[in-house]
């Protein structure tokens, strides 16, 4: 039996399928045009794709990461043992330069300086009598170079007097022999002559007695150099007679020394029961108690100056050409939302840590309103001004690198839309783009596609949307 909605339905369907045939094919006629248009070549300059030059990331600034760090700090130690008698200052609080934080306790110091005292007077008493009794000993060795010249006299004197006894004796013995003088005045002259001889060995043996200490083989024995002069002479014998005088004087004159070093000592020992601040600044610690027993060189306290603050930043190896010192640096801290602070760079570690490959850098930044804290996170961006006209920022499919080194080649475009080549040095690769140093211009274009194929000169299509040549540089 013949079905009228079936025979419709089979109908619809050869249809549809005619429908899907005709589309297949208007694709594929389509597909083959456009293929046709693909295989034709566009001329060189047609094709190359060009690509502005920007400033490089070193052209503006340096963005680092680092933290707070006190300009100044001070450990403040007890120079002294005992306890902590009394604080001036807490933490927090604002000193100067001599300011006392501190007392010390000092009943034992000043036992010991009364003590000191008492031994200083002694030995003051001692280097006095010990400088007595040189001068008498030089007193005394002038009475006896007195007595030695007049001994000497006396020796002189009675040989003299034996002398002329002892030519009389001999012409009254010719006289008597001769019956001119008798036996009697004979042996007178002759009793005479005898006394002038034991006169004579009476002054040479007081002579000889006297000189003892007095005599050049003396001075040899105690090693000093016998002079040549009388009056040099005089002094060594002064000298020789006067040692032991000389060294009781020496050793008083050092006990009384040593004794007033100990009092001085303990002077100064009392005057730095005194624990003074050694900067100006803010007690950042305090960490004794009142009454706890101290050591010397034990801490009590810590004050730092904060007026100025350190920036401690970490500079990857890489960046550290671009640093200088005093170049300024702006940077924030979260503590103060919105505000802004300067410094510069103070100071740029000449070793680079081997486990991170960074450099240390110190910035200096004024802190008179103390708003700025050791230990605040801080974010810095250290401006390179001089950097300015020397990095740029080219796409890196627009270098051509050199095997040998980190240098390489690109293709800039002119005034007159032409191309030609410019050495350029690496600076460093990031995210498909490339900074460089060169002799580049800020704006100008530069080839990023055919770069196999671009000689010298070669004429290229600036987009229309840009003037050719150099554009005004972006600020940043």
Same mark, same amino acid.
């Given at each position: 039996?013949?079905? =009228?909605?079936?025979?419709?339905?089979?109908?619809?369907?050869?249809?549809?399928?005619?429908?899907?045939?005709?589309?297949?094919?208007?694709?594929?006629?389509?597909?083959?045009?456009?293929?046709?248009?693909?295989?034709?070549?566009?001329?060189?300059?047609?094709?190359?794709?060009?690509?502005?030059?920007?400033?490089?990331?070193?052209?503006?600034?340096?963005?680092?990461?680092?933290?707070? @760090?006190?300009?100044?700090?001070?450990?403040?130690?007890?120079?002294?043992?005992?306890?902590?008698?009394?604080?001036?200052?807490?933490?927090?609080?604002?000193?100067?330069?001599?300011?006392?934080?501190?007392?010390?306790?000092?009943? %034992?110091?000043?036992?010991?300086?009364?003590?000191?005292?008492?031994?200083?007077?002694?030995?003051?008493?001692?280097?006095?009598?010990?400088?007595?009794?040189?001068?008498?000993?030089?007193?005394?060795?002038?009475?006896?170079?007195? +007595?030695?010249?007049?001994?000497? !006299?006396?020796?002189?004197?009675?040989?003299?007097?034996? %002398?002329?006894? *002892?030519?009389?004796?001999?012409?009254?013995?010719?006289?008597?022999?001769?019956?001119?003088?008798?036996?009697?005045? *004979?042996?007178?002259?002759?009793?005479?002559? +005898?006394?002038?001889?034991?006169?004579?060995?009476? !002054?040479?043996? +007081?002579?000889?007695?006297?000189?003892?200490?007095?005599? =050049?083989?003396?001075?040899?024995?105690?090693?000093?150099?016998?002079?040549?002069? /009388?009056?040099?002479?005089?002094?060594?014998?002064?000298?020789? +007679?006067?040692?032991?005088?000389? !060294?009781?004087?020496?050793?008083?004159?050092?006990?009384?020394?040593?004794?007033?070093?100990?009092?001085?000592?303990?002077?100064?020992?009392?005057?730095?029961?005194?624990? /003074?601040?050694?900067?100006?600044?803010?007690?950042?610690?305090?960490?004794?108690?009142?009454?706890?027993?101290?050591?010397?060189?034990?801490?009590?306290?810590?004050?730092?100056?904060? @007026? /100025?603050?350190?920036?401690?930043?970490?500079?990857?190896?890489?960046?550290?050409?671009?640093?200088?010192?005093?170049?300024?640096?702006?940077?924030?801290?979260?503590?103060?939302?919105?505000?802004?602070?300067?410094?510069?760079?103070?100071?740029?570690?000449?070793?680079?840590? =081997?486990?991170?490959?960074?450099?240390?850098?110190?910035?200096?930044?004024?802190?008179?309103?103390?708003?700025?804290? #050791?230990?605040?996170?801080?974010?810095?961006?250290?401006?390179?001004?001089?950097?300015?006209?020397?990095?740029?920022?080219? #796409?890196?499919?627009?270098?051509?690198?050199?095997?040998?080194?980190?240098?390489?080649?690109?293709?800039?475009?002119?005034?007159?839309?032409?191309?030609?080549?410019?050495?350029?040095?690496?600076?460093?690769?990031?995210?498909?783009?490339?900074?460089?140093?060169? %002799?580049?211009?800020?704006?100008?274009?530069?080839?990023?596609?055919?770069?196999?194929?671009?000689?010298?000169?070669?004429?290229?299509?600036? #987009?229309?949307?840009?003037?050719?040549?150099?554009?005004?540089?972006?600020?940043?």
């Amino acid at each position: 039996m013949f079905d =009228p909605m079936k025979f419709r339905s089979y109908s619809y369907c050869r249809v549809f399928r005619k429908c899907i045939w005709i589309v297949i094919l208007l694709f594929l006629f389509t597909d083959c045009k456009k293929s046709e248009k693909k295989e034709e070549v566009l001329p060189l300059e047609d094709r190359i794709k060009l690509a502005k030059i920007d400033p490089g990331e070193s052209s503006s600034g340096l963005k680092v990461l680092g933290s707070v @760090s006190f300009f100044k700090k001070a450990e403040v130690t007890s120079k002294i043992l005992g306890r902590i008698q009394q604080y001036f200052k807490e933490e927090g609080d604002s000193v100067l330069a001599g300011d006392v934080l501190a007392k010390m306790e000092t009943l %034992n110091l000043e036992i010991q300086l009364s003590k000191d005292q008492s031994s200083v007077e002694v030995q003051t008493r001692q280097r006095d009598l010990a400088s007595a009794k040189l001068l008498i000993a030089k007193q005394r060795v002038d009475r006896e170079l007195a +007595n030695i010249e007049k001994a000497e !006299a006396d020796v002189r004197d009675s040989r003299e007097i034996r %002398n002329n006894l *002892l030519r009389s004796a001999e012409n009254k013995k010719k006289l008597n022999e001769a019956g001119a003088v008798s036996e009697t005045e *004979l042996k007178s002259v002759e009793t005479s002559l +005898n006394s002038a001889e034991i006169s004579l060995f009476k !002054a040479e043996k +007081n002579l000889a007695s006297l000189k003892m200490g007095y005599r =050049p083989e003396d001075l040899n024995k105690a090693n000093i150099q016998i002079p040549k002069t /009388k009056s040099e002479l005089k002094e060594a014998y002064i000298k020789l +007679n006067t040692m032991i005088e000389n !060294a009781e004087l020496d050793m008083a004159e050092a006990n009384f020394k040593s004794t007033l070093k100990n009092m001085e000592s303990t002077q100064l020992l009392l005057k730095e029961s005194n624990i /003074k601040s050694p900067l100006s600044g803010t007690v950042a610690s305090r960490i004794k108690e009142q009454g706890e027993a101290v050591k010397e060189g034990e801490a009590l306290y810590i004050v730092v100056d904060t @007026s /100025k603050v350190i920036l401690k930043f970490n500079i990857g190896e890489s960046e550290l050409w671009k640093l200088k010192k005093d170049q300024k640096v702006n940077f924030i801290v979260d503590a103060y939302p919105g505000q802004n602070f300067e410094g510069k760079v103070y100071i740029i570690s000449p070793i680079v840590d =081997p486990q991170s490959r960074t450099v240390e850098v110190k910035v200096l930044a004024q802190n008179e309103k103390k708003l700025l804290k #050791p230990g605040m996170f801080t974010r810095g961006y250290i401006l390179l001004e001089e950097a300015r006209k020397k990095t740029f920022l080219i #796409p890196l499919k627009a270098l051509i690198k050199n095997k040998e080194d980190k240098s390489g080649t690109v293709f800039v475009a002119n005034e007159e839309n032409r191309l030609f080549s410019v050495e350029v040095e690496i600076i460093k690769e990031e995210s498909g783009f490339v900074e460089v140093l060169g %002799n580049l211009e800020l704006g100008r274009y530069i080839a990023i596609s055919d770069l196999n194929e671009l000689k010298e000169g070669q004429k290229v299509k600036i #987009p229309k949307e840009q003037t050719p040549g150099l554009i005004e540089e972006k600020s940043y």
